[in-house]
């Protein structure tokens, strides 16, 4: 595997020099490829050099950009089939979050019995300063409304798993990080639409209950799922009698869906009601995915390990996608739209760690919410983008902000690492488990 990479860094120069001269002709048909290449090449040929491996799949996100910049109609639709197809969006970002739930266990969220204010300093920050900071820079740089709405978006997200992985990293309050995490994540239902409504309201149409919806089925439901194959590895005889029944009616209801079924509770139910069916379908499915998946887990159990690079793909096609869609929008506002994510994600981090400090936590634990605060979960809000249809406007932010977030994380985590808490006695602060920073760096 490392001669191949190494292959792909020659050909990664190889398509600069090619590059170079297409720019020098003015020859389209030269450079843009060549554009390409090199992208690919690097994001393949970096896993050879060990100071840039922790940035590839960075990498493979800008080799996403650069594709869909140079050539957006191979990214919009495949023949008749349209990318951006709001149901292919709902299916992709479900397996990005069901990917994600995977890393995640049941046991997260009892660190709320020992973090119980940590937790508080976390969601109050978390919900507060990235989507104000949003707002302010969308008046600062006189954003298109929808783009603008976009930002808004992003901040008002939960963050997702790579701040865990990054506070790892740093050797932070890992504890406390996968608990905020967590409870975040379960809070967004309500906290986003309420944030998105208060701030972004007058931009696009937002619709609270049918956000928390779509909220709902592209996180909850999703997460939900990979939370019940953590249930099973430990589950009792007659807990498994009870799932084995429960398995048996989803799935028995899922069938009678669109046999004709939903057509006639649609025509006997509306609104609330239809909504909640609807929902309740929802988790029904993701209740059989969790046993589904758990009999497959069990049976190929390296299987977990390999959902990560599930959920990094779906993003990988969000971004393109995205990319794609709003590439004239790019065109015009993209060194902009990158600033304001340089801006919002440094206040994220300096605003995370210095409120929490001013509140009370220990430094440990502030630089975990530095990382909290100033990571935001793209993949939601790529998600909620797509299902709006609006990929190529309110998307438009996620695909900027997300690959500058991995490598300014990266960074700040990496220096952190290097200077670590000290006690007053001179002894370092251990800041969890190694368990649990096991778990969190699978």
């Not at 495949?78 to 299916?91: A, I, K, M, Q, T």
């Not at 049941?106 to 709320?112: A, S």
């Not at 190929?300 to 390990?305: A, E, G, N, V």
């Not at 690492?417 to 190694?434: C, M």
């Amino acid at each position: 595997m490392e001669t191949i990479r190494k292959i792909f860094l020659i050909v990664a120069f190889l398509c600069l020099i090619l590059l170079l001269a297409g720019i020098s002709r003015g020859s389209g048909q030269l450079w843009q490829p060549a554009t390409v290449g090199l992208a690919l090449g690097l994001a393949i040929g970096i896993g050879a050099v060990p100071a840039l491996k922790g940035y590839q799949y960075t990498a493979w996100i800008i080799t996403a950009v650069v594709a869909a910049m140079m050539y957006p109609a191979a990214f919009l639709s495949w023949g008749e089939f349209d990318l951006r197809n709001s149901w292919l969006v709902l299916l992709v970002v479900q397996f990005v979050m069901f990917g994600m739930g995977i890393q995640m266990r049941i046991q997260d969220f009892t660190g709320l019995a020992t973090s119980g204010k940590g937790v508080l300093v976390g969601l109050l920050c978390q919900f507060s300063i990235m989507p104000v900071i949003g707002f302010l820079l969308t008046k600062a740089f006189s954003f298109d409304p929808e783009i603008a709405a976009g930002i808004i978006l992003i901040g008002a997200c939960s963050s997702g798993l790579a701040s865990n992985v990054m506070v790892y990293i740093a050797r932070a309050n890992l504890v406390l990080s996968v608990t905020v995490t967590a409870v975040a994540t379960l809070a967004a239902p309500f906290m986003t639409p309420f944030m998105m409504k208060l701030l972004a309201g007058t931009l696009v149409e937002i619709e609270f209950i049918g956000m928390m919806m779509q909220i709902i089925k592209i996180v909850i439901v999703p997460i939900g799922a990979a939370l019940l194959h953590d249930y099973l590895k430990r589950a009792s005889e007659k807990s498994w009698k009870a799932i084995k029944i429960i398995t048996a009616f989803s799935f028995v209801w899922l069938i009678m869906l669109p046999l004709g079924y939903w057509d006639f509770l649609a025509s006997n139910f509306s609104g609330a009601p239809l909504q909640s069916i609807e929902i309740l379908s929802f988790f029904l499915g993701a209740e059989v995915i969790g046993v589904v998946y758990h009999l497959l887990a069990s049976r190929f159990p390296k299987l977990d390990s390999f959902m990560p690079y599930v959920s990094m793909f779906g993003i990988v096609y969000f971004t393109t996608v995205t990319t794609a869609a709003g590439r004239e929008n790019l065109l015009q506002v993209g060194l902009l739209l990158f600033l304001a994510s340089v801006i919002h994600n440094t206040a994220g981090y300096f605003l995370g760690y210095w409120f929490s400090r001013a509140l009370g936590l220990d430094k440990n634990s502030a630089r975990s919410m530095a990382f909290e605060v100033g990571l935001q979960n793209g993949g939601m809000a790529s998600g909620l983008a797509g299902v709006m249809g609006k990929l190529g406007t309110v998307g438009l932010a996620a695909a900027v902000f997300s690959p500058w977030m991995n490598i300014s994380g990266s960074i700040l985590a990496n220096y952190w690492k290097k200077k670590p808490v000290v006690e007053k006695s001179g002894k370092k602060i251990k800041s969890t488990s190694a368990a649990m920073a096991k778990a969190t760096a699978k």
